[in-house]
């Protein structure tokens, strides 16, 4: 089996150099490395142009604008020719065997169309931490699915190629979106494994999840994304009730975020970000989040489906308005709390 992995690069400079010996060091050499550049600011290009010099095994494109992971990897994903896709964020490294074991598994059972990868959280201060999934041999794909839901089970993975096929990286947003792919991925495999193959994510935090920019909102709209797949697969009732649960959590951690980031973003950008909040707080359908969950302080949603902007502004107007006096609140409480 040939093996295509996806590089995403953007500003990695810092870190790349270690992620392409990882793939270098790999024991399974039957493999592809596709490169995609995405329009990088920094030394990244170069050393890219340099590793493919070494190894004709590596491929390099680079883009002329800045279009985010999800497009970098589909560009590189139209290039591969592998049976198998495989991907590695440019600061991320794999252990040596990684997708040599990934491949085993893949050969003993045909059935199975996703191989997770052990992950290993590698934190800013040099500590390591698994990530805390159940250990599993074998799960069926629509377990696996509701599983990702609330990321249970993680989005590190091998799959075969024709899952990528028909299910490319999502492009909604440029950031979060290509986490949808995933379930996607999960839910048409007859069979999701594990194997000993580990991969090791660096916790960044001048990352997009980490960092005080208004694309970390961009949460907001990829689950309205996954949303509208699910409706287009017809998945039962129970399934929208878990994932708009996710969805209203989502709500509440963005407000967290801009509660606690706010001072470090623009004025344009904080703005934008309260709008963005308000405007998916109205799409949640309140009657699908978890009954025990949105009875609690912090995640009231204080409106019900039918109050909207253009049925009862006014209305709406109040109950925006005493949803964020709600949050204020609350994580002002957690952060007193937090200090003592």
Known sequence: ??????????NAEPYLKECMDSLLAQT?????ILCVDDCSTDGSSALLADYARQDARISVTRLTENSGQAHARNVALSMAHGDLIAFLDSDDTMAPDAIEQAVKVFEQHPKTGCVLLKVVNCLPDGSRQDYPMSDFGCMGGYEAFVKSLTWKVHGWYVARTELYRRFPFDETCKSYSDDNTTRLHYYYSEEVRTCDGVYYYRLNPSSVTHAPSIRRFDYLRANESMKRMLHQLKVPNDILDIYETVRWRVVVDSY?????????????????ALQEIRRVWFTIETKRVESQ?????GYMPLRNNSITNQTVPWLSNICWFLFRVQEEVYFTLRKILKNR
């Not at 089996?1 to 953007?10: D, N, Q, R, W």
């Not at 399974?28 to 592809?32: F, I, K, P």
């Not at 969950?293 to 302080?297: N, P, S, Y």
Request: overall charge positive; cysteine-free; charged content about 25%.
């Open 256 to 272: 967290m975020f801009f509660y606690w980031n706010r001072q470090r973003m623009n004025n344009e950008d904080r703005l934008k």
């Open 1 to 10: 089996m040939t093996v295509s992995v996806l590089v995403a690069v953007y």
């Open 28 to 32: 399974y050499r039957d493999m592809e």
């Open 293 to 297: 969950l949105k009875h609690h302080f």
